[in-house]
C-alpha cells in the first residue's frame, strides 16, 4: 500500500545550526505535503506545506523542497532556537487532486542543544 | 476564532466497555478526518467525512470502530468492547471546503483513551 517514510527519526542540532528532514513517498499522484510539527501532548500544528506544482517553498526560517521525479520532499530549519524542539511529521496526500487523504510518516524527534 | 475542540480529553475504561470521543470541527468545514496515534507514532488514518457522508473508512482496524457525522459538523466516534491495544491517542482533523486540490486539515488536541 501507500507509504511515507521519514528520516531520521531522532535528531540532534547546535543551537544556531540548520536541521534537515527527509521523506520518500510511493503513491506517484501525491499531489500536496505537509508537515506538521507537535510538541509534548499537543496537537499538530502545519508549519508549512508544499503542492507538486512548485520544487521549493520558504517562510522565514522554514522551508520545504520537493523533487517528484524522486518522490521525496525535505524539510529544512535554519538557525535553529530552542523552541523548535518538537516531533516533526511530514505527510503526502494518497489518491491525487480529488482525494482528501494524507498519509503520515513515522516522525523526528528534533532536540536544540544550548 | 475557535478551533477543532474535542471531548473527552481523557479516558480511561475497562476492557469491554463502550466508548465515546466527540469532535467539534471548526465552523463551516466541510471535511473531517481521525485518526489514532499511538506513542512514538505518526497519525494513522482511521475515516474521512464530506459533510454527513462517510467517504472513506479504510483504516478503521475492526467493526468495533464506528464514526459518524449525522448533521455534517459535529463527529463522534465509537468504540465498541474496547481492547487494551485500543489505547492511543484520538485525534480529529477538519479541513474548508471541498474542492480539487487539497485542504489544510487543522487538528484538535485529541482524545488520550486508555484501556485497562
Known amino acids: 500500500g501507500e507509504n511515507v517514510e521519514q528520516h531520521p527519526s531522532t535528531l540532534s542540532v547546535q543551537e544556531g545550526d540548520s536541521a534537515v528532514i527527509k521523506c520518500t513517498y510511493s503513491d506517484s499522484a501525491s499531489n500536496y505535503f505537509p508537515w506538521y510539527k507537535q510538541e509534548l501532548g499537543k496537537r499538530p500544528q502545519l508549519i508549512i506545506d508544499i503542492r507538486s506544482n512548485v520544487g521549493e517553498k520558504k517562510d522565514q526560517r522554514i522551508a520545504v523542497t520537493l523533487n517528484k521525479t524522486a518522490k521525496h520532499f525535505s524539510l529544512h530549519i535554519t538557525e535553529t532556537q530552542p523552541e523548535d524542539s518538537a516531533v516533526y511529521f511530514c505527510?503526502?496526500?494518497?489518491?491525487?487532486?480529488?482525494?482528501?487523504?494524507?498519509?503520515f510518516g513515522s516522525g523526528t524527534r528534533l532536540s536544540i542543544r544550548p | 476564532g475557535a478551533g477543532v475542540s474535542q471531548s473527552p480529553r481523557y479516558k480511561v475504561a475497562k476492557r469491554g466497555q463502550d466508548v465515546a470521543l466527540r469532535c467539534d470541527p471548526i465552523s463551516g468545514h466541510v471535511s473531517l478526518f481521525w485518526y489514532q496515534q499511538a506513542l512514538g507514532q505518526g497519525p494513522e488514518f482511521l475515516t474521512y467525512f464530506q459533510n454527513e457522508a462517510q467517504l472513506d473508512k479504510s483504516g478503521l482496524p475492526s467493526d468495533r470502530f464506528f464514526a459518524e457525522r449525522p448533521e455534517g459538523s459535529v463527529s463522534t466516534l465509537k468504540i465498541q468492547r474496547t481492547q487494551q491495544e485500543d489505547s492511543a491517542v484520538y485525534l480529529c482533523?477538519?479541513?474548508?471546503?471541498?474542492?480539487?486540490?487539497?485542504?489544510?486539515?487543522?487538528f484538535g488536541p485529541g482524545t488520550r483513551l486508555l484501556v485497562l
Open positions: 505527510a503526502a496526500s494518497i489518491g491525487g487532486s480529488s482525494a482528501s487523504k494524507i498519509i
Open positions: 482533523a477538519s479541513s474548508p471546503r471541498d474542492r480539487r486540490g487539497q485542504e489544510t486539515q487543522y
